[in-house]
């Protein structure tokens, strides 16, 4: 049998597999697990000199270990945080002090944009923003969809805004070229999705008064003062900051000390003492509160690992980037965005680094294709088989419809998204005035 | 000195894994959400990075 | 409430069944454990040269790398006769194993007539002690030779984070402020000219520049595969200083290959190619051939794809011209000519400055591409086994260790 028959049957076979499991053990993470399993072993009877997959299942959950440990110590952070009362505290100061919607918005999207820019992870702007900003943008009269919307499509811009976009940056490191000239191709396409989302999402709602909010909102402890709420995000961001500034004069921390630091931070501020056993009942719900999303991340790296070894990988990589060029200009969006949705960042080395070198030989910009790619991977957060973002969105915001009508809400600014991306790519040289 | 706070923060990593490791397979015996025996699998086999990693096998 | 739906109540498991979960899972984390432990544990061995002199190591540039996993051994032949000095190193990316074969054919067959000779065939011993995360390889790769298999490891790309833990956020490089991909903090080839209290992987990178200098290299050979869909591949990159000797080199090879050459771009910073040059006296020379098996749009990986080099996927890529070599699927890119243009590649490196650098000449003799080709690979290995060979065994791991030959003397009674 030849390597093209043998992996489209194993592909057939994974798919048929991940859809019976899904419906029915309705747990996408197992799913996941299984599908990569059963890949792994029809493969190894099938192609010859396959080594037993035990190891290569087991190393499966390795790939995104260190995501799943930053998962669990931002959520870890964010929960101690709510716990403290500053989450309240920031929440009325804001409704507080803003009284028009658009501004309050505004802050909203800003907010939500920091944490990714800086750690290169919409998820972590779900995590540490995410749920302070959906009370907000709540309290506007924007709709449960619209607000998880909102959340979503600014973790997803937020991943993609510089200074670290790390699609841009795995394709940079495969190509050899040079992480530079990335900022206002990146920005300016990320800025005119934000306004539309704000628009496309805050247009008729009404914001309740000023005084219904605050009485609805919950009090926040006595004695809790600016400092308290600001200090631990000061040490948090500070601290990311450190390592993107002063590198070379800190030893690296990594993202989950980081949190742990910003969560002893909330401990001492937290103005009402609480006992360690309060304090492990906190991690304890934590924990059990971000398991699913652990655990999707960490199967889907055994899904990973097996369509690598038994080629299915490389058959969505060749069929791909050998058609026609027309009809990778028609699919690029859409092979891009379910690229991400099953291999993550794996995406971008499989397609985005081939067709980057793709115009280098053409001689077209190859900067601008890169950044154009790195505008379209983020929207494929929210398909499964991961769909890790926008499960997480819906999680933290706790929205409670269909994941399919929250798909469907954000499907107007992601579609700008990938129409503005899209062009970039077709055209590179209409952008050159952004490098 | 940069090297010796390099080191502790290294360590620390596998303190941060094995208590992680910890409330894993507490929560997989007991916990109050997701209590059905397909998350006893997904509890199981989640497990397996952090215990790797924290015996230097990893 | 009557339209609330009825949910199917959850199955629960009692105790004895989550400790038949547990205890199954702990069989597949065992099996799984059990071989990372073997790679990680993995000991490889050479017969080495006669004209072996000495055996350094890389914690004797930077003393702070003892005992830990980046303390890798450098083999050093000096001819006695005055001349230059050469650096020659492999797998620091070692995923990349044609470069540590190519070493270890170095290491068993060298002959030096004029100059010091210094060979390092793990670069990062730590990389080299797990497998490419997502890359699903096979653990080891086995050449055939006329006494049995020679078995070689096949490692990842970056250090090792049993060693180093955790990865930034981004990395910046040192000292240029250049932002790079988060785990490229563990990637030695983006580390250089590194640093003597940064990241272990820049300390190692550090230990290496000091080598450099303290040996005053004059020629610096690192030996690299590359994928095929890479423009950097079957190429020499060098900077300004020793890009016309490349240049030289890869004309002579044509008669063999298609060697191209390139130069180091001035922008992209960490690399050997770059900041051997920048940071040294040193003439460096980066060495790439096509590794298929390191592509990203391959079919199955297997060790027989890692040793032939032949794959569909490929072939497709390569009729659509996506390739930067040409690529025949019947042919392959096969181990024994990958090693085989590494051994020419040095050689004529060496050979052109030389000729260029008369007060630094160097005077060296290894198997070549075409010996390669008429006699097969495992020709120039020897058994480790033979008991002529057993006082010039060497064993290349993260620190001194003997040759366990139980294994081997328990096989043989076992077949006797």
Redesign the interface.
């Known amino acids: 049998m030849s390597t093209y028959l043998i992996t489209t049957i194993l592909f057939v076979i994974m798919v048929a597999v991940f859809v019976i499991c899904s419906m029915k053990l309705k747990s996408p993470e197992i799913s996941m697990a299984i599908t990569g399993v059963v890949g792994a072993l029809v493969g190894f009877f099938l192609i010859d000199g396959m080594d037993f997959p035990v190891r290569i299942l087991v190393e499966g959950l390795f790939i995104n270990l260190d995501l799943a440990i930053s998962f669990i110590c931002a959520s870890i952070f964010v929960n101690m945080y709510s716990y403290s009362g500053a989450m309240t505290a920031v929440t009325r100061k804001l409704v507080g002090t803003f009284n028009n919607k658009w501004i309050l918005l505004t802050f909203m999207a800003i907010f939500m944009l920091i944490p990714g820019a800086l750690t290169g992870a919409g998820s972590i702007s779900v995590f540490v923003m995410g749920g302070l900003v959906a009370t907000v943008v709540r309290y506007m009269g924007v709709s449960e969809k619209k607000t998880a919307a909102f959340v979503f499509i600014f973790a997803i811009l937020s991943a993609a805004c510089p200074p670290i976009n790390l699609w841009t940056m795995i394709i940079t490191a495969q190509c050899n070229m040079p992480y530079v000239g990335f900022t206002w191709l990146l920005s300016v396409p990320i800025a005119i999705v934000g306004i539309f989302t704000i628009i496309f999402l805050g247009w008729g709602s009404k914001r309740a008064p000023k005084e219904q909010i605050l009485a609805e909102l919950p009090e926040a402890p006595e004695k809790m003062n600016i400092i308290r709420i600001l200090l631990p995000l000061v040490v948090v961001i500070g601290l990311i900051l450190l390592t993107l500034y002063a590198a070379f004069d800190v030893p690296v921390i990594g993202l989950p000390l980081t949190f742990l630091i910003g969560t002893v931070v909330v401990i001492i501020c937290n103005p009402v003492k609480r006992t360690f056993k309060e304090y492990f009942k906190v991690i304890n719900d934590t924990m059990e509160q971000v398991f699913p999303l652990v655990a999707t991340v960490l199967s889907v790296g055994v899904l990973q690992e097996s369509m690598t070894q038994i080629g299915v990988k490389g058959l969505i990589g060749v069929t791909f980037i050998t058609m026609p060029m027309i009809l990778i200009f028609v699919f690029v969006l859409f092979f891009a965005a379910f690229a991400q949705g099953s291999l993550s960042y794996g995406s971008a080395i499989i397609i985005g680094a081939p067709l980057v070198f793709m115009y280098n030989t053409m001689g077209f910009d190859t900067t601008i294709a890169c950044a154009a790619l790195s505008l379209m991977f983020p929207i494929g957060d929210c398909l499964p088989p991961s769909r890790i973002t926008g499960r997480l969105t819906c999680e933290t915001v706790g929205y409670k419809g269909s994941y399919m009508s929250f798909l469907k809400q954000v499907a107007i600014p992601c579609l700008v998204l990938g129409a503005i991306a899209l062009v970039m790519f077709i055209h590179p040289a209409w952008f050159k005035f952004l490098k | 000195m940069l090297v010796f706070w390099q080191t502790v923060i290294h360590y620390l990593y596998f303190v941060i894994a094995a208590i992680i490791a910890f409330f894993f397979i507490k929560n997989f015996f007991k916990r109050e959400k997701r209590t059905n025996l397909v998350y006893d699998i997904v509890y199981a086999y989640c497990v397996i990075p952090f215990v790797l990693r924290v015996l230097f096998v990893k | 409430m009557a339209n609330e739906k009825k949910e199917k109540a959850?199955?629960?498991?009692s105790?004895k069944?989550?400790i038949i979960?547990?205890v199954?899972?702990a069989i597949?984390?065992f099996?799984?454990?059990k071989?990372?432990?073997e790679l990680?544990h993995f000991k490889e061995v050479f017969v080495a040269s006669d004209e072996l002199t000495e055996v350094k190591w890389l914690s004797d540039y930077l003393p702070?790398l003892k005992n830990s996993w980046f303390d890798t051994p450098i083999y050093v032949f000096d001819s006695g006769v005055e001349g230059g000095s050469v650096f020659i190193m492999g797998n620091v990316h070692p995923y990349e194993p044609a470069s540590s074969i190519t070493c270890y054919v170095m290491l068993e067959n060298i002959h030096v007539e004029c100059g010091k000779v210094f060979i390092m065939p793990q670069g990062n011993y730590s990389g080299s002690t797990?497998?490419s995360?997502?890359?699903?390889y096979?653990?080891f790769v086995t050449v055939k030779t006329e006494w049995g298999e020679q078995k070689y490891r096949i490692g990842a790309r970056e250090s090792n984070?049993?060693d180093?833990?955790?990865?930034?956020?981004?990395y910046?490089h040192?000292?240029s402020?250049?932002?790079?991909?988060?785990q490229?903090?563990r990637n030695m080839n983006r580390t250089y000219p590194g640093?003597a209290?940064?990241?272990?992987t820049e300390?190692a990178s550090y230990a290496i520049m000091e080598l450099l200098r303290k040996e005053k290299i004059d020629i610096a050979i690192d030996i690299h595969e590359a994928s095929i869909?890479?423009?950097?591949v079957g190429t020499y990159v060098a900077p300004d200083k020793s890009l016309s000797i490349a240049g030289y080199a890869a004309m002579s090879l044509s008669e063999y290959f298609n060697m191209k050459f390139e130069a180091s771009?001035k922008?992209?910073r960490g690399l050997s190619h770059r900041e051997w040059g920048d940071y040294s006296q040193a003439l460096p020379f980066l060495m790439e051939t096509p590794e298929p098996f390191i592509d990203?749009?391959?079919?199955?990986?297997?060790?027989?794809?890692m040793l032939e080099g032949k794959?569909?996927?490929l072939a497709?890529?390569a009729?659509?011209?996506?390739t930067y070599v040409p690529y025949d699927i019947e042919e392959g890119q096969p181990m024994w000519y990958r090693v085989g243009r590494h051994l020419s590649g040095a050689a004529e490196a060496i050979a052109w400055t030389s000729y260029f650098y008369p007060d630094i000449v160097v005077e060296v003799e290894w198997p070549l591409f075409e010996d390669i080709q008429a006699n097969g690979l495992g020709y120039y290995l020897h058994d480790p086994d033979a008991p002529e060979n057993a006082s010039k065994v060497q064993v290349v791991y993260h620190k001194p260790a003997a040759y366990d030959r139980t294994y081997q003397d328990l096989e043989a009674a076992f077949k006797q």
Do not use: H
């Open positions: 959850p199955i629960l498991a105790k069944v989550k979960i547990l199954c899972v597949i984390a099996f799984g454990g071989e990372f432990w990680r702070e797990m497998g995360t997502g890359g699903a096979p653990k984070p049993l180093q833990w955790p990865d930034p956020f981004t910046v040192y000292p402020g250049q932002n790079l991909a988060y490229d903090i640093r209290d940064g990241t272990p300390m869909m890479y423009p950097v771009p922008s992209l990203r749009i391959t079919g199955p990986i297997t060790e027989e794809f794959d569909e996927f497709k890529a009729e659509k011209g996506l």
